[in-house]
């Protein structure tokens, strides 16, 4: 019998529809030296067949066995796995702490947000994506909600997303301080958990109820 996804280990069936691969959780892609060494470990002791960096900024341990899935997750002291209808992993750019064009700190509004939101259950999968400035590094626009950076505060975009039928988003606030976007953020998505028809993305369900109806329940 053909092997499948298994949601409740983090683990993707592969091509060869054997071997699986994990993504131990990264918030924003900062790793310290010391959790690349551990992955690194991990891969080889349990004979992985390579490492992936994605375009999520996590790490795939790819060709993984079904019958080591469970160890592998005990080597990682963070355990939390999104795959499926969850809330993804949240990109976000270095922002204000090393980037000189950055106009806010992505990364203290993208952690909080990882922190609060992240494996959540989604109608669909549910993705965000934080930039430091307008030059959206962390690709907000496609986003399902997207924070970045002006002088002014952060300004919120919704309702975009990637793949092949790609859909830029809409800008529904600006000015917000790091509370107030988190505010947001918990507003579009408790919007988008009562009103999603599955698997519909939030652009989806922001198309059918009207874009007036969804601001007048976010804002």
Known sequence: MAKANI??????VQRD????????????????????????DVAEKYNAKYLKLTGAQRIAIIGLQEKDLDNVWAEFEDRSKAIGLT????????????????????????????????GKPAPAKFKMGISGCSNCCSDCWLKDL????????????????GGGTAKIGREIATG????????????????????????????????RLGFDTFLKAVL
Do not use: W
């Open 7 to 12: 949601p409740g280990k983090g683990a993707i």
């Open 17 to 40: 529809m054997e071997t699986y691969l994990i993504h131990p959780h990264i918030p924003g892609g900062f790793v310290e030296p010391a959790l690349l060494r551990k992955i690194a």
């Open 87 to 118: 809330i993804r992993s949240i990109q976000m750019c270095p922002g204000t702490r090393s980037c000189k064009k950055a106009k806010q700190d992505s990364p203290g509004l993208g952690f909080a947000l990882d922190k609060e939101f992240y």
């Open 146 to 161: 997207g924070f970045f950076g002006t002088d002014e505060g952060f300004t919120a975009v919704a309702g975009g997303k």
């Open 176 to 207: 917000l301080d790091q509370e107030q976007a988190i505010a947001l953020a918990r507003r579009v998505i408790a919007f988008y958990q009562e009103n999603a028809k599955a698997p519909e993305r939030l652009g989806g369900t922001i198309d």
